[in-house]
């Protein structure tokens, strides 16, 4: 089974910016498309942005589009979530899995941007 380990998130100002990594265990790691999810309490988990195994293809929700950049390191088995221009409603715990979530989910890491 693989462990995914979120961390890079913290406390930041609004139109700060933040860089959060996800490594993760196992061998299998770049055979798979990996994505960032996050959540809000009371909300569902949503998708913020996904990368192909190759990191040729990438995708991200209308609300992170221009701001948010996903990469990723098969070398490492390391995904990486750059955030710029972060707003308050960015504000949550955020998660990396592959894509449709088929591994156990990590902590997460809270992000939280103040106004």
């Known amino acids: 089974q693989v462990q995914l380990v979120e961390s890079g998130g913290g406390l930041v100002q609004a139109g700060g910016s933040l860089r959060l990594s996800c490594a993760a265990s196992?061998?299998?790691?770049?055979?798979?498309?990996m994505g960032w999810f996050r959540r809000v309490p009371g909300k569902e988990r949503e998708s913020v942005a996904g990368?192909?195994?190759?990191?040729?293809?990438?995708s991200y929700a209308d609300s992170v589009k221009g701001r948010f950049t996903i990469s990723r390191d098969n070398a490492k088995n390391t995904v990486y979530l750059q955030m710029n221009s972060l707003k308050p409603e960015d504000t949550a715990v955020y998660y990396c899995?592959?894509?449709?979530?088929?591994?156990?989910w990590g902590q997460g890491t809270q992000v939280t941007v103040s106004s």
């Open positions: 899995n592959a894509e449709g979530g088929v591994w156990s």
């Open positions: 196992g061998r299998t790691f770049s055979s798979y498309s």
């Open positions: 990368i192909s195994w190759s990191g040729g293809s990438t």
